[in-house]
């Protein structure tokens, strides 16, 4: 998907939504858990009852990669459903590879060829290897690489806040030397809204990369303060959340409490979108 | 396997090689690309081939899921063949894994399970999160993390390299924060061969741990530099070929070739054990 297809999907749907498909078998609702499928059913039930108010969806591979190849099998099937949706979502590989340059290249196939199974358009990235582990995902057409950033975890304190002699951490030494490898067209950038008051300083950077946004909901971020200080003109914001919405609801409605929480941040959004 | 199993291991065969299994298909020998699973059939002669001078193997997953299912089902073979070979070898998942902690402890169970398919004795990850990422890997008995510092690659100066105000390079504060999070019994940190001058500051930090280190051959680190500051009393490394093993030699005798190749460097390698 291209830039210009995203910011119109955005301001079409009035959303910058990403739905977090982090479908533990150990939380799914027990009325799919007799399913032949009972990842697939779940996540296609989430889907239909949100795409409406939602731009993204973000599979997180480790919740499919820890149930061995069964598990991937059920990723499959999602991305085969996603694609018969293909113009109204945006999707996601959360997964943040990287490898020296030989192996990236395998694990771009990996992720943005049908080769590989999936034909995602966006991979997350961690940046800890540098150039070459990078580069190699960014020469698809019409594919994104996430590059972490500041993540929305306690530990990105311990290296991310890390401060050069003239005060640049590293988040943002990231958040600047990645712009030398991608443009606005192929790159965004993780920044977790648990760190909100640090957006004015990464819009400073980064003024018109999107930024993916987790952290909101479960992890405790605000959505109002992430849009004070990030959003830009194009919206340049999807923001993530995965358990506050899929498993809102244990019951056998857990689709409609989805949805119905998945409309309540469009209703949200749609606010911050008034430009 | 124990730090005690792994050291009497490379004292027992002399070596402390490990064997990259980057089987990419595209570089098998024409021989083995009509067997019903090529990957399997090429790892499973390489692995009976250099067996004998050879203390552990590392799949890289890349080249697995480069091609979806069917990669990750001769990727599982495989593994069932070294659980066969359990005590005459070490399996390292070269993965480099690493998320917010309850997506890390899916991975975990990913690669440390037999739930997860592969039930490997480590996993190389990522440090760009911190602690809340990498914890969760450590709370398995007897299974290793490997985690990133400085890698062989050129991009590894893009921000391994940046120092703080004390002048602590990055990878040295992973160096020192880890040792907070684990210890000489379950944890390692990659260190690549094609900076063996920087193996004597990284022994002043980690004086005791074992050292993986990528980078001999193809990317044309030595093996002589990295032991003469990288050796410790336990040995404390496992030096990595892949490419210039197992792609040794394109024709019927290919196993036969990496088999030699995996000699002389077990031969080179016991010299420098002579302590």
Known sequence: MTRKELVDLIF??????????????????????DSEDAVFEFNKRIIDATLPYTV?????????????IKGLMSLERT????????????????????DIGNTSKQYAKAFFTKEGGFDFDALTV???????????????????????????????????MIEDNEGSKLFEHVLRKAQQWGSEDNLMFVCGATK??????????????????????????????VCKYGLNKDCGLLVNSSRGIIFADGSENFDIVAGQKAK????????????
């Not at 993204?56 to 061995?68: C, D, M, T």
């Not at 085969?80 to 990287?98: M, N, P, Q, T, W």
Request: some cysteine; hydrophobic content about 35%; overall charge negative.
């Open 126 to 160: 961690a940046p800890y290897m540098g150039q070459d582990s990078v580069s190699p995902f960014l020469e698809y057409a019409n594919k994104w690489v996430i590059l972490l950033a500041l993540t929305s975890n306690k530990g990105s304190d311990d290296f991310q």
């Open 79 to 98: 991305m085969d459903y996603l694609h018969s949706k293909k113009e109204e979502c945006f999707v996601i590989a959360d997964a943040k590879r990287g």
């Open 56 to 68: 993204a969806y973000k599979p997180n591979l480790a919740f499919y990669e820890s149930y061995g």
């Open 196 to 225: 909100a008051e640090k957006f004015s300083e990464i819009r400073k950077i980064v003024p018109n990369h999107f930024l993916l946004v987790p952290g909101v909901g479960a992890q405790g971020g605000s959505l109002r303060e």
């Open 12 to 33: 079409k749907k009035r959303s910058f939504l990403c739905v977090g498909l982090d479908s533990d078998i150990e939380k799914l609702p027990q009325c799919v858990i």
């Open 264 to 275: 309540e941040m469009q209703q949200e959004m749609s606010e911050y979108l008034n430009f």
